[in-house]
C-alpha cells in the first residue's frame, strides 16, 4: 500500500532531503511539495495525501493558520510538523490546533519512517526534545486509560464542537465519534459529556 506524502517547506534542501529520508521505505511516496502554506491549501486536494510534514514557520502563514485550512479540505490526512526549533512557543499552538506529531528536521531516516508510520496509526508522535512539559500530558493519558483518538475526540467536544463537526475536522464518521465519546465516558467514569470534560481537566489531560 503506498502511503503518500506531502512537504510544505520554503527550503528547497528540505524537500529534497525528506525525498532521500523516505527512501528507506519503498511504501512512502513523497507526492508533491509546497512553499508556503497558501500554496499548500491549493494544492493539497489535487495531491491528496495521506501526510503532509509541514515546517513550522512559512512566510505568509502560522502552522496552526495552515492546519486549520488542511483539515478543511482532507479532513482524514495526517499533519506532522516538522521544525528546527525544539523549543519555539508555536509548537504549542499547532499541537492545539490539531497536528497529530511534532518532528525536529535533525531525525534520521529510519527515525522518521518509524515516527510517520505510529502516526499513521494514530498515534501521536513528538520527538522527545520538543515540548518537555507534552511528557506530563502522555503520563495523565496513560494512567486515564484513553486512547489517542478517544482523547482527540474529547478534546474537540471541549472546545465546544458537536458530534457532527468532530467528524467532519477528524474525518471520522458520526457513529465512530459516538462511539469515541461513549467509551472516554466510561474510561472516565462520566455520566455526560460535561462531567467527562470536568474529570478530563481535573486529570491534567486537558
Do not use: W
Amino acid at each position: 500500500m503506498t502511503i503518500r506524502i506531502m512537504v510544505v517547506d520554503d527550503h528547497p534542501v528540505v524537500r529534497d532531503g525528506v525525498s532521500l529520508l523516505l527512501r528507506s521505505d519503498p511504501a512512502m511516496h513523497l507526492v508533491g511539495a509546497a512553499e508556503s502554506g497558501r500554496t499548500a491549501i491549493e494544492r493539497i486536494a489535487e495531491l491528496a495525501p495521506d501526510l503532509v510534514l509541514l515546517d513550522l514557520r512559512m512566510p505568509d502563514m502560522l502552522a496552526p493558520e495552515v492546519i486549520t485550512e488542511l483539515r478543511k479540505v482532507r479532513p482524514s490526512a495526517r499533519i506532522v510538523v516538522f521544525t528546527a526549533h525544539s523549543d519555539h512557543q508555536g509548537l504549542r499552538a499547532a499541537l492545539e490546533a490539531g497536528a497529530n506529531g511534532c518532528l525536529l528536521k535533525d531525525v534520521a531516516g529510519t527515525d522518521l519512517v518509524s515516527a510517520l508510520r505510529r502516526v499513521l496509526r494514530d498515534e501521536r508522535v513528538i520527538d522527545p526534545r520538543i515540548l518537555p512539559s507534552a511528557d506530563v500530558q502522555s503520563d495523565a493519558l496513560a494512567r486515564s486509560g484513553l486512547t489517542r483518538r478517544e482523547y482527540e475526540v474529547l478534546r474537540l467536544a471541549a472546545q465546544g464542537q458537536t458530534n457532527p463537526e468532530i467528524a467532519e475536522s477528524t474525518g471520522l464518521t458520526r457513529n465512530t465519534v459516538k462511539t469515541y465519546l461513549q467509551a472516554a465516558l466510561h474510561k472516565l467514569g462520566a455520566r455526560n459529556r460535561v462531567e467527562a470534560i470536568s474529570k478530563a481537566s481535573e486529570a491534567g489531560l486537558l
